[in-house]
C-alpha cells in the first residue's frame, strides 16, 4: 500500500473537530463525507457531542474501536497539535489538517506546524495541509468527498493538485457546469509534508489517473530534484501528461537589475523554464487548463500537424481553421484516394477539400463515412468534427459513430458540439468514451494544439551530449583574485578573460589609460577596432556614448579616445574611469544574447537566450533554462524563440552556427554551476557566424555576489 | 414607428408555414412564440390545418380578419413568392424569412430572392433573411422567442447580431448558463435587406439597448459608409460600444502576392482595419465577446490605466493583478490617505498596498468600508473585487455594499466572485445591477482592460488635417505613359517620380545601362552610392545579390556594375535586366515599411505601416488602415505597432519626425484614391530621421493593374 493511499482511499476516516452545527468547517466537511457515499467507515471526534447527524461521536480519537486509516483534523493549533499525538498512537495512516493558523500566520503556528511535521515523520505518517480544503476521490469504490465542496464531481480520469484552497470551490464548480470528471482531487495548502512531487509521482502510479492537472502557487524544496523526477513522469512509453496554470506571471523583474537578463528573469521566468524543462504543459488560465486536460485525457497523441476538419457549417468551419492555424497546426491536404472516396458518401454540393462541409442536412451516416475516410489518409495526423444542431441532424447517432471509429484509429479526435442542450446526449457519449467534445470549434482546434504540443514533448529529439573541457583552475585564479581585489563588477576585458576559460571566442584587446596607450594597443591588434568606456559606473555603454566602432587609423584612435572619455564624463560625473578598451573589431555577424540570473533561494541560476538588440529590449523574445542544461535544453531554448528563422535560414540568410551557441550556453551553464557566486551575466551581444564558422564574444559584463548576501525580493 | 419596430415588437404577427408536426421548423418557431408568453396577437397560416397548437389557422394571410405587424415566412422559395405578394396585400410592416434555398444556393433560389427583394422595397417592408434563425426580444413588454431556439434568454441591456444561424443556438445556451441577459436578438442571414449597419443604427437609437454584440462572417455593401456611419455610432457622449468577432483570421493571404504589402494585407487584415477606423471592439473568442460586453454594459468607462483590486485571498490577487498588467493596465498607487484610512477597517494582517488583501476572514463591512475608500482615491480608476467563499464570507452582503457604492461612483468597478453555488445570490445581485461579474479573476482583469481600450477609442484626441497639394497632374501623365508603354511593374525611379508628385522624398538616382553611363551617374549626383539591379522580373533584389552599398568610387561602381548583372544573370536565366540603378546613398535613419495593397470586391485599397526588414517578414508588427485616411488615422496606426517605442525615444534613442511618416501615409492614401489602378505598391524602406528632420524614400515598388482584371481570391 503506497503511503498515499491512505489520503485518497482510506478504509475508515476519522474526523476529529467534527461538529453539529451547520456553516462550521467541521460540520460541513463531515456531512459532506457522510452524504456524498462514502464506501469506508466514518467516525466523528468532539469530546462535546453524542452523536454528529446521527452517527456516533467519540471523545477522543483513541476510543475508535476499529483502527481508522484517515484523521481530518479540524482544530486550532494548539488542539490539532495534541490531537495528532493521539492520532500517531492510534495507528492512523494519513492525516490531513484542514485548518489555518499554522505556518502562514509565522510565530506559534509556524512552530507548532514543525512540531507536527516531526512527530508525523518519525511515525511514518503522511500530513497534507495545513490550511488546505481537503481531498476528493470520486471513483465508485471509495466515493470521498472530504472537502468544502458540497458538490462531488463527476467520476473520471484526470487528476488535480491545488496549492491554493481559495480556487478549489470555483474549479469544483466549473467542472461540474462542463461534465468533467476527475480521478482525484487535493488541496494541498501549507505543504507541511506532501506536496506536488509526492502527488505527481503517486497520481503518475496510479492506473486511474491519465492526465494531471496543477494549480501552483509556488515551489519549495529541491528545483532540481523536482525537474528530473516530473521529467521521468512526462517522459517515455508509460508517461503521464501535466498541465499546469501558475500564478504570478507578472509579479516578475521588480527588482531592478543592472543587466539585461537581470530584469528580464524574474519569477515568472523561472517557472517557464522549470516547466519547459520538467515537460510541464502551461496553461494561461482555468479555460486552457481544462480544455487541454480533456484533449491529453483522451490518451492519444497528435503525432503530426496535419488535421482534418469535418463540419456540417461553414461558419464554424472557418473559425476552427483559423484557430488550427493559430495554434501551430495546419489543414492536411486529402489525398485524391481519399477525395474520390468522399465523392462516394457526399452529396455533390458538399466541400470535398480541407475543412470538409457535409452540408447541413447531413445525418449520421455521411459524418460516419467522412470521418472514417479522412482518418485513414496518410496525410491526416488528427481529425476536428464540428456539428452544429439543424433538421436532420443526429447528435447522439453521430457520436455514437465518433466513438466506433475512434476506437479503431490511434490518431485523435477532437469535437465540438454546439449547442448545450439539443446535443447534450451526444456530448455525454462523447465523453463517456473519453473524446474531447467542446462547445466552440475554436476550443477543440487549440486543444489539438496543445495536444500536438505535448506530444513534441513526447518525441523530442535527444542528442548525445557535446564533450567540453572547460579551465575551472584558472577561472578560479581569476575570480579569486577579482574577489581579493574587492571587485564585484568585471569589465569587458576581465570577463572576457573568465569566459576563454569556458570555451567561449573572445577578440583580442587591451585596456588604455591614455591616447598613447591605445595607439599602441590598436597597432598590436590590427585595425579596425573598437573602443569602449571602461567605467565599473557605466553599465551601458553605448547610453553614454561610450562607443565607438570601425576606427581605422593613429589619430581616430586618439581623437576617439578623447571624446569617449568627454562623453563618459557629461554621461556621469561621478564615474570612475578606468580607461578606455581597445578591441580588434569583429567581423558581422548575427548578434544574439546569452545570460545568467541568480535566482533568490534555491533555485540556482536562470540562462537567457534571445536575438541581440531591439529583439530582446523591445520585444522580449527570449527563452530562459535553470542552470545546470546540457545540449539539449540548449537547443531547445535556442529554437524556442520567436526570431529563431532569423538564425536558420530565413528569407535566404545563411544558416547561424547553432552548434556554437549551444556550446557556449553549455559552457556558461558549467560556469555558473562552478561560481555560483555569479550574480549576474550579459554576454551582449555573441555574434554569430556562419555554420562551421563559430561565434565570438563581443561584450560582457559579469556581476560577482556571495549568494544569500543579495537577496532581491521577486 | 421605426420601420424594423415591426420585426422586434410587432403586435401581431403571421407565421407563413407554421406546422403541428413536432421537429419542424414550422412547429418550433410558432410553438416557441406561442409558449414564451408573446404579448401581442399570434396567427398560424397554413391552407391544410384547422388549428395549430389549439390556435385557429388560417388559409392565407389575406384571411386574418386582424393588421398583421410581422409575417414570418416558413415555406419554400416560390410558395414564398407568392406568398410575400400576400403580405404586401396584407399591408404586414416587416417580414422574416427562415427558411434557406435562396440566393446562398444560387440559381431559381438567387432569382427568387431579388423579385422578393424588389417587391418589399417597392412596398416600404423591411426584410430579415432568408436562411436564418429568427429574432428575440426579450423584453416582458414585447416578450418574442420568434425563434428555433427553445430557449428564451434573460432580459437585459446587450442586443445582439449575428450573421451565422449556426452559432446561435450555442450561443444562446451559453448565455443561459451565464445568466447572460439581452435586449435584442438576431440572426440576419442572407441579409437580403436588413443588414448589420441597419441594425446598428437600431440599436444605437433603442433606449434598451447600451452594447451591441456583432458575430460577422462579411461585409456587404459599401465599407466606407459601414465605416463612417459605426464611427458616429461609436463615438461621442451618446455612443453605443459595438463589439464583434469576426471568423476568418486565417483565411487571408493566400493568395500569392509580389509585396510585403501583398502577402500580409489579406481579408482579415481588412476587417482589423474596418474596426480600428469604425471603433468596434475586435474580440478573439465568443468568451472574450461576452465578458467584454459585459464590462461595457455597466456604461461606466475607465479613463486612466489605474486599477485598485481587493481580494479576501492572496492566489486570485496575484492572477488579476498578472492579468491586469497583461491587459495594457497598472496596479494604481495608493495615497497615503487612503492607505491610513484603509488601516481604520482593516486588520494589521491586511495588505494595505495594491492589490489589497481584506483577509480570509472579511465579511460585508471590511469590503465596503475598502472599496468607498479605494474607490475615491484620485489615483484610482477603476476597481477590482475579487471575493472567495470562506467561513465569514457573505457574497449576498457584500454584492450589495458593491452595488450601493457603484451607484454613486463614475468609475467602473468588475467584480470576480468565485464559485458558481456558494455566490450565486450575490452574483444576480451584481448582474442585475449591471455590475460586471465573473467566475475567474483574470477575466475580470481582462474584461476591465477591454473597457480601457474602449474608453481610449472614446477619447481619442482629434487633431486638425495637415493641408497637404499634391501633383495630381504630373501623376497622371507618368502613370498614362506607363500604361500607355504596357508597363505594370514600375521600377524604382519610376516609383519615386511618381511619390514625388505625392509629397514624398526621394533620393538623387538614375538608371545606368553600362558601366560608363554608371560612372557618369555617380560623379554627377556624388559618392557614396547604392547600386541596384533593375528588372522586371527581380523584384526582391536582395535576395538576388542585386543591391551593393555605400560604393565610393569609381573603380568599385565599374565592379558593381559587374557583379550586380552577374549575379542577376544566376539568380533569374530568364530576366530582363533594363540597367543598374545608381543611387545617392542615403543617411542612416529608422526603416519603416509603407504599402498598399488593393482589395477585391468593394473594399479598396488597404494601407500598412510597419518597421522595415525582419519586424514586418518574421514578426509581421504591422497595422493596416483602408484608404482614404486621413491625418489621425495615420497617426493611430503608427502608434498602433508593437515596435512603436522603438520611432519614439526608447532607450535613449531619438525621436524619429512622426509628422512625416503621418504626411506621407496620408500622401500615400491620397495617390490610391486618385488612382485605383494601383493594385501594389511597397516603400521599403523609408528612411525616417530624427524630429524636423523628415523621411527619404529609399526604395520603392509600384505595380499597376485595372481593377476587376486581377481579382485575387482570397
Known sequence: MDSLDAIFSPKSIAVLGASS???????DIFANILQNGYTGTLFPVNPGANSILSVKCYNSILDIPDPVDLAMIILPPKVALSAIKECVKKGVKGIIII????????????????????????????????????????????????????????????????????????????????????????????????????????????????????????????TKEFI????????????????????????????????????????????????AEAGIYRCESVNQLFDYSEAFSCKKRLHGNRVAIVTNAGGPGIIATDMTITSGLELAKLSPKTIEELHRYLPATANFHNPIDVIGDAAKDRYENTLATVISDDGVDGALIILTPQSMTDALGTAEAIVKIAKHSQKPISCSFMGVVDVSKGVRILQANKIPVYPFPEN??????????????????????????????????????????????????????????????????????????????????????????????????????????NITDQMSVESAFREIVKSAREYKKEAVIEGVLVQKMAPK???????????????????????????????????????????????????????YPMLNGFRGRPLADLEAIEKNLVGLSNLVIDFPIIKELDINPLLVYKKGEGATVADVMITLKEPGTTLVTV
Open 99 to 222: 485548518s489555518a493558523g499554522f505556518k502562514e500566520v509565522g510565530g506559534e503556528g509556524l512552530i507548532i506546524e514543525n512540531q507536527i511535521k516531526e512527530i508525523c515523520k518519525e511515525a511514518n505518517i503522511r500530513v497534507v495541509g495545513p490550511n488546505c480544503l481537503g481531498v476528493i476521490n470520486p471513483s465508485p469504490e471509495v466515493s470521498l468527498n472530504a472537502s468544502f465542496s458540497a458538490r462531488m464531481p463527476a467520476h473520471g480520469n484526470i487528476s488535480f493538485i491545488s496549492q491554493s484552497g481559495a480556487l478549489c470551490t470555483t474549479v469544483l464548480d466549473f467542472a461540474a457546469d462542463r461534465g468533467f470528471g476527475f480521478s482525484k482531487f487535493i488541496s494541498i495548502g501549507n505543504k507541511a509534508d506532501v506536496d506536488e512531487l509526492d502527488l505527481l509521482k503517486y497520481y503518475h502510479n496510479d492506473s486511474a489517473t491519465d492526465v494531471v492537472m496543477i494549480y501552483m502557487e509556488e515551489l519549495q524544496g529541491d
Open 21 to 27: 452545527t451547520k456553516g462550521k468547517v467541521g460540520h
Open 228 to 275: 528530473e523526477e516530473v521529467k521521468q513522469i512526462t517522459s517515455g512509453d508509460n508517461h503521464t501528461p501535466v498541465l499546469a496554470i501558475k500564478s504570478g506571471r507578472s509579479a516578475a523583474g521588480a527588482a531592478a537589475a543592472a543587466s539585461h537578463t537581470g530584469s528580464l528573469a524574474g519569477s515568472d521566468a523561472v517557472y517557464d523554464a522549470i516547466f
Open 444 to 549: 477543440a482546434a487549440a486543444a489539438l494544439g496543445a495536444l500536438y504540443k505535448g506530444t513534441r514533448w513526447l518525441n523530442r529529439k535527444i542528442l548525445p551530449q557535446y564533450q567540453l573541457t572547460f579551465d575551472r583552475e584558472r577561472a578560479k585564479q581569476l575570480i579569486d583574485k577579482h574577489l581579493s581585489e574587492g571587485k564585484e563588477i568585471l569589465d569587458e576585458l576581465e570577463g572576457s578573460e573568465l569566459l576563454k576559460c569556458y570555451g567561449f571566442n573572445t577578440l583580442p584587446m587591451d585596456v588604455a589609460k591614455n591616447e598613447k596607450e591605445a595607439v599602441d594597443i590598436a597597432e598590436k591588434i590590427g585595425y579596425p577596432v573598437v573602443m569602449k568606456i571602461v567605467s565599473p559606473q557605466i553599465l551601458h555603454k553605448s547610453d553614454a556614448n561610450g562607443v565607438k566602432m
Open 589 to 643: 555577424g548575427e548578434e544574439v544574447i546569452l545570460g545568467v540570473n541568480r535566482n533568490p533561494g534555491q533555485m540556482g541560476h536562470s540562462l537567457m537566450f534571445g536575438l541581440g538588440g531591439i529583439f530582446v529590449e523591445l520585444f522580449k523574445d527570449v527563452s530562459f533554462r535553470l542552470a545546470p542544461i546540457g545540449r539539449n535544453n540548449a537547443r531547445r531554448m535556442i529554437r524556442s524563440i520567436k526570431g
